[in-house]
T-cell receptor, first 115, second 111 residues
C-alpha cells in the first residue's frame, strides 16, 4: 500500500507552547490530507481536511486558530497545535489517499502530551 | 443515530474460531466501506475495502456488504492471538472522501 509518514511519533511540550506535526505522502501526491484526533478508548474523530494550496476545512467544534493546518505541497501537510493545554493531549493521526475514491492510508500517529 | 455504529465489545473468541464483527451506517448514499485494524497505541491499518453488495474475501478475512440493510461485516477465520486488536469500521463521506469511523470493536483471541 501507499506510504504516509508522520513525524514526530511522540512529543511532550509545556502548556502554552506550540507543536508542529508533519504528515508526508512518500510515494504519491496527495491534494487532500486528513487530520484526526483520538482520545483514549475513543474512535478517530476528523478534525480537518487539508487541501493543497487552499485553506483547510475544519469540522464543527474544532478551533481553526488553535489548530493551524498548512498544506504547502502535494506531499506535505502540517498541523500546528498553538498554545497547547493539557486537554490537547491526544493521539493525532493524518491520512491521505492516492486516489480520491479508494482507501486511505494512515501515518504512524503522533502522541502529544502537554504538561 | 450515530453515523457509523459498532458493538464496542470486547468480543472474545478462542484461537481457531471465526470472529464476526458488525457495523451499521446511517447514510444510505454511502458507497465505500473499509475495515481497519488498530493495535493499542498504533495508528489504523487497512484490512479490507468493499464497494459493492456481497462478499469480498482476502485470505482469512471476508467483508460482507448489504446496502439495503445498511450493514457491513467482517469475518475473521481461524482467528489467531495476533488478531487481538480493535477493529474500526469506516464509511467514506463527502466529495473529498473523508472517513467517518465507528467506535471500534475490541477483539480478543484467546490461545
Amino acid at each position: 500500500g501507499a506510504v504516509v509518514s508522520q513525524h514526530p511519533s511522540w512529543v511532550i511540550c509545556k502548556s502554552g507552547t506550540s507543536v508542529k506535526i508533519e504528515c508526508r505522502s512518500l510515494d504519491f501526491q496527495a491534494t487532500t490530507m486528513f487530520w484526526y484526533r483520538q482520545f483514549p478508548k475513543q474512535s478517530l474523530m476528523l478534525m480537518a481536511t487539508s487541501n493543497e494550496g487552499s485553506k483547510a476545512t475544519y469540522e464543527q467544534g474544532v478551533e481553526k486558530d488553535k489548530f493551524l493546518i498548512n498544506h504547502a505541497s502535494l506531499t506535505l501537510s502540517t498541523l500546528t497545535v498553538t498554545s497547547a493545554h493539557p486537554e490537547d493531549s491526544s493521539f493525532y493521526i493524518c491520512s491521505a489517499r492516492p486516489d480520491p475514491n479508494t482507501e486511505a492510508f494512515f501515518g504512524q500517529g503522533t502522541r502529544l502530551t502537554v504538561v | 443515530q450515530k453515523e457509523v455504529e459498532q458493538n464496542s465489545g470486547p468480543l472474545s473468541v478462542p484461537e481457531g474460531a471465526i470472529a464476526s464483527l458488525n457495523c451499521t451506517y446511517s447514510d444510505r448514499v454511502s458507497q465505500s466501506f473499509f475495515w481497519y485494524r488498530q493495535y493499542s497505541g498504533k495508528s489504523p491499518e487497512l484490512i479490507m475495502s468493499i464497494y459493492s453488495n456481497g462478499d469480498k474475501e482476502d485470505g482469512r478475512f471476508t467483508a460482507q456488504l448489504n446496502k439495503a440493510s445498511q450493514y457491513v461485516s467482517l469475518l475473521i477465520r481461524d482467528s489467531q492471538p495476533s488478531d487481538s486488536a480493535t477493529y474500526l469500521c469506516a464509511v467514506m463521506k463527502g466529495s473529498q472522501g473523508n472517513l467517518i469511523f465507528g467506535k471500534g470493536t475490541k477483539l480478543s483471541v484467546k490461545p
